[in-house]
Nanobody
Framework: QVQLVESGGGLVQAGGSLTLSCAAS????????MGWYRQAPGKQRELVAI???????VYIDSVKGRFTISRDNAKNTVYLQMNSLKPEDTAVYYC???????????????WGQGTQVTVSS
């Protein structure tokens, strides 16, 4: 089994910054992609940013130029640096991992428990 544990959410004023972290642990053979989704009240969960194990990244348009995703492969950890935060960034942020476990060879998707980010105007 694989666990994803997030940290770093909180309350911040508009224009401020937060950094989210997510550490993966468990029966990991390889992590093929890690990233972040978010879900605001009354809205569907949406992809914010994701990075594959080759370093390629995808960002939702609304965060380009403000958010940066990075990974520490040695620590099985993904980060999301969020700058110039806006009230519309308020949501629960979920860590996502696509993992090949030691049971192999298939990839499975795993989710963290979510961390609240609230941006006040």
């Amino acid at each position: 089994q694989v666990q994803l544990v997030e940290s770093g959410g909180g309350l911040v004023q508009a224009g401020g910054s937060l950094t989210l972290s997510c550490a993966a642990s468990g029966s990991i053979f390889s992590i093929n992609a890690m990233g972040w989704y978010r879900q605001a009240p009354g809205k569907q969960r949406e992809l914010v940013a994701i990075m594959d194990n080759g370093g390629s990244t995808v960002y939702i348009d609304s965060v380009k130029g403000r958010f940066t995703i990075s990974r520490d492969n040695a620590k099985n950890t993904v980060y999301l640096q969020m700058n110039s935060l806006k009230p519309e960034d308020t949501a629960v942020y979920y860590c996502y991992g696509r993992v090949t476990t030691t049971s192999g060879p298939y990839q499975f998707q795993y989710w963290g428990q979510g961390t609240q980010v609230t941006v006040s105007s």
